[in-house]
């Protein structure tokens, strides 16, 4: 099995920051793309950004340059930088990873618990 761990949620001003964390472990033999994605209240679950293993990434059009994702693959860990938050970025954030746990075999996407980002004054 393989476990994802979030951190670095919380409580923020308008136009502050936030970098959140998110460490995986246990059965990992690879690890391809990582992303966030994050859910508001009363609304579905949708993609934040995605970062491959080389390093390409991706980013939802609402957080285009206010954002930034990045990875370290000797920790197995993916950040995510959030500059200049404003309210609507208030949700719970999730951690996603696909991970395969060994040489051919399958690949399993992983969820963390979430972490809840309050962008509010």
């Known amino acids: 099995q393989v476990q994802l761990v979030e951190s670095g949620g919380g409580l923020v001003q308008p136009g502050g920051s936030l970098r959140l964390s998110c460490a995986a472990s246990?059965?990992?033999?690879?690890?391809?793309?990582m992303g966030w994605y994050r859910q508001p209240p009363g609304k579905k679950r949708d993609l934040v950004a995605t970062i491959t293993t080389s390093g390409n990434t991706n980013y939802a059009d609402s957080v285009k340059g206010r954002f930034t994702i990045s990875r370290d693959n000797a920790k197995n860990t993916v950040y995510l930088q959030m500059n200049s938050l404003k309210p609507d970025d208030t949700a719970v954030y999730y951690c996603?990873?696909?991970?395969?746990?060994?040489?051919?075999?399958?690949?399993?996407?992983?969820w963390g618990q979430g972490t809840q980002v309050t962008v509010s004054s």
């Open positions: 246990g059965s990992i033999f690879i690890i391809y793309k």
């Open positions: 996603n990873a696909d991970v395969s746990p060994g040489p051919k075999l399958t690949t399993v996407s992983a």
